[in-house]
């Protein structure tokens, strides 16, 4: 196998490469000044199952595009297998019509990543599992929770509270919980589908006097995490740290958020950034071996 070194990913592409021990395949890429993008393979991928990885976070539309632009590039060069490593997958919230009028964007993506000749697919933590049946080729999420869940281990963080912001996020709550060893527990959310506002509903939790760590799978603009610190400031927990898999945080959701009370924030880089604190090298480079 060799891994084809996508520019949205490039330090994570690399630490995987080295991990794995599979050959790099560099990639020259550009933006025109019409905003349209250029790639081009740098070795040679003939009779390869190569491996792209290439995170479709923002600008999502681009890093998409090249995405498919490298996959097409593979096959036309004589790769014999393509595997995309998407590390996060753009455009899986919108899974499902929750308004008449809406399309599945998942579902379209997915076709387009079929025709640009990808044969399958590893992303981490998507949004909802049953986005995977949109896929007509091999799909997977891996979760990423249990490294988030260790960075506060090695912190002592031992036993501290793991706390789901909604209902969904249970399930990421509960896989913290397993690492850290001590309670999980959730809030209520409710979104607005028109303006996307989300208010929180507060159940009583036994967070008083506790280290409290709220996983979820993304934060985009702080929004569910300022709602949820709230809530646990009221009900007195000593301490609030938030950890995500996706760390989109997009305008001042940063600052919003450590206004809120919140000590830290912790994300892998799914999405680069200073907060990319824990790295998926080792979770991908294993999906990889395994295939
Ligand atoms: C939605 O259910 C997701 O799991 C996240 O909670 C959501 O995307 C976070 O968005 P925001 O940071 O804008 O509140």
Do not use: W
């Amino acid at each position: 196998m060799k891994i084809i070194v996508g520019p949205s990913s490039t330090d994570l592409a690399e630490k995987v490469a080295d991990l794995t021990g599979f050959e790099k395949v560099p990639v020259a890429s550009r933006v025109f000044p019409d905003g349209e993008s250029y790639v081009r393979l740098e070795n040679s991928v003939r009779d390869e199952h190569v491996a792209i990885v290439n995170t479709t976070s923002k600008p999502q539309d681009s890093n998409l595009m090249q995405l498919a632009f490298m996959a097409n590039a593979a096959k036309r060069n004589g790769a014999k297998k393509v595997t995309a490593v998407v590390p996060y997958l753009a455009y899986a919230r919108q899974d499902k019509i929750f308004l008449e009028g809406e399309n599945v964007s998942i579902e379209t993506v997915a076709a387009m990543l079929k025709a640009a000749g990808i044969d399958q697919l590893i992303t981490v933590n998507l949004h909802a599992e049953t986005a995977l049946n949109k896929f007509s080729f091999p799909a997977k999420t891996f979760t990423a929770i249990p490294l988030l869940a260790e960075y506060f281990l090695k912190k002592g963080f031992k036993e501290a509270f793991a706390l789901a912001p909604d209902k969904g996020a249970m399930y990421i709550a509960q896989q913290a919980q397993t690492i850290l060893g001590g309670q999980a527990g959730n809030l209520e959310k409710q979104r607005d589908r028109y303006t996307g506002q989300t208010t929180h509903t507060a159940a009583h939790l036994n967070v008083k006097g506790k280290i409290v760590i709220i996983f979820d799978d993304i934060i985009s603009t702080g929004g569910t995490i300022v709602g949820a610190a709230r809530i646990l400031r009221e009900q007195g927990a000593a301490q609030i740290y938030t950890a995500c898999v996706h760390g989109l945080l997009i305008g001042d959701a940063e600052k919003r958020i450590l206004d809120a009370g919140v000590e830290e924030i912790v994300a892998t880089d799914s999405v680069p950034s200073k907060n990319s604190k824990v790295t998926l090298a080792p979770l991908l480079s294993e999906a990889l071996r395994a295939l």
